[in-house]
């Protein structure tokens, strides 16, 4: 802010020197005034400018830079051309603002295109080693919370990146009226912060938005594929989404799904019994990472620690059930 207070300043006054001095002492104040104004107008127009660049990604910003040299270099070369046949033809001279216009043609062309076309021109094809492994967090995956865990463990490494607009995203739900959607609004705030301080991974604030898509999930994509990163996400639909896109998709679910013991029908466990089964005779329990198990016979014994034999496993959309029997049954049986 400070700054540009001082480029507005600097512009002003400087506007309003110039004219002065090198005004006649007719309508001197007028023109001074002008001057003021027009230098205050361009800084305003700069500051505008600036704030449109910061929006950008870095890679748009190199290639409108590099067009718009090329473009400058191809208009040196017509100007050449056009003043070397205007020296030969002597009586024919070259009007000077047809200079002007052909080299803001070409700088506008240079400019315009570079910036479109660098998009399509992947850098991580020219040096492997260079790469780097990104991983967008998307805004399920941070207020759910497990992926601190995770990164505290030790098993993600690298760079995380959070885009502007799921940050904002964040913000609105944080800022909900709804004290359950603020709740987990300011979760998603906590788990950010958690691993901004996390030794294992470097969190990066990306401020590349795409206006012309609606949408975070379309958004969140069109990133993806840009940056060429894998997309965390808990978002059933963006996961199905992203894939046939070709996006690499992490989802915390699976692993978490992955990493449940393998529980094969004979074994035995001791579990506790927590409430009724929706069939008649059953009872329910759970194990640490929230697998429920099914009881026969053990309707009765609410609140009891039990020793049970594992009889089948079935794994469903929702999870994973395992019913077993109670191990005084499963002796008998055998």
């Known amino acids: 802010m400070i700054i540009r207070i001082i480029l507005i300043l600097a512009c002003s006054i400087s506007g309003y020197a110039i004219a002065y001095y090198t005004s006649s002492n007719s309508f001197l104040i007028l023109k001074s005034v002008a001057g003021f104004i027009i230098g205050l107008l361009i800084a305003l127009i700069v500051i505008r400018i600036?704030?449109?660049?910061?929006?950008?990604?870095?890679?748009?910003?190199?290639?409108?830079?590099?067009?718009?040299i090329i473009g400058l270099l191809i208009a040196l070369l017509f100007s050449f051309g056009l003043n070397f046949v205007s020296k030969i033809r002597e009586n024919e001279q070259i009007v000077p603002w047809i200079y002007l216009l052909i080299t803001g043609i070409f700088s506008y062309l240079g400019l315009t295109l570079g910036s479109k076309k660098i998009e399509e021109f992947n850098f991580a094809h020219i040096d492997s080693k260079t790469s780097h492994d990104y991983r967008i967090l998307d805004t399920s995956v941070i207020i759910e919370g497990r992926i601190a865990d995770i990164c505290d463990s030790g098993f993600m490494e690298g760079d995380l990146i959070v885009p502007r607009f799921v940050l904002n995203e964040l913000q609105l739900v944080a800022d909900s009226s709804d004290s359950m959607k603020r709740l987990r609004g300011r979760r998603g705030l906590d788990v950010l912060n958690h691993l901004q301080k996390s030794p294992h991974v470097n969190i990066?604030?990306?401020?590349q938005d795409f206006p012309k898509i609606k949408g975070v999930d379309g958004k969140l994509v069109a990133l993806a594929k840009q940056l060429n990163a894998k997309l965390l996400t808990n978002d059933y639909n963006l996961n199905k989404v992203a894939e046939l896109q070709g996006i690499r998709v992490l989802n915390i679910n699976e692993l978490a799904n992955a990493m449940k013991p393998v529980v094969l029908p004979g074994e035995?466990?001791?579990?506790?019994?927590?409430?009724?089964?929706?069939?008649?005779?059953?009872?329910?329990?759970y194990l640490d990472d929230g697998t429920m198990i099914i009881v026969d016979?053990?309707?009765?014994?609410?609140?009891?620690?039990?020793?049970?034999?594992?009889?089948?496993?079935?794994?469903?959309?929702?999870?994973?059930?395992?019913?077993?029997?109670?191990?005084?049954?499963?002796d008998k049986a055998s």
């Open 50 to 68: 600036e704030q449109d660049i910061r929006k950008l990604s870095l890679k748009i910003i190199i290639g409108g830079v590099a067009g718009m």
């Open 204 to 207: 990066e604030i990306v401020e």
């Open 268 to 285: 035995q466990m001791t579990v506790k019994i927590v409430r009724e089964g929706k069939e008649a005779g059953q009872g329910v329990a």
């Open 297 to 330: 016979n053990a309707q009765k014994l609410v609140n009891m620690n039990v020793r049970v034999a594992v009889t089948s496993v079935l794994q469903t959309t929702a999870g994973r059930m395992i019913f077993s029997e109670l191990k005084e049954v499963a």
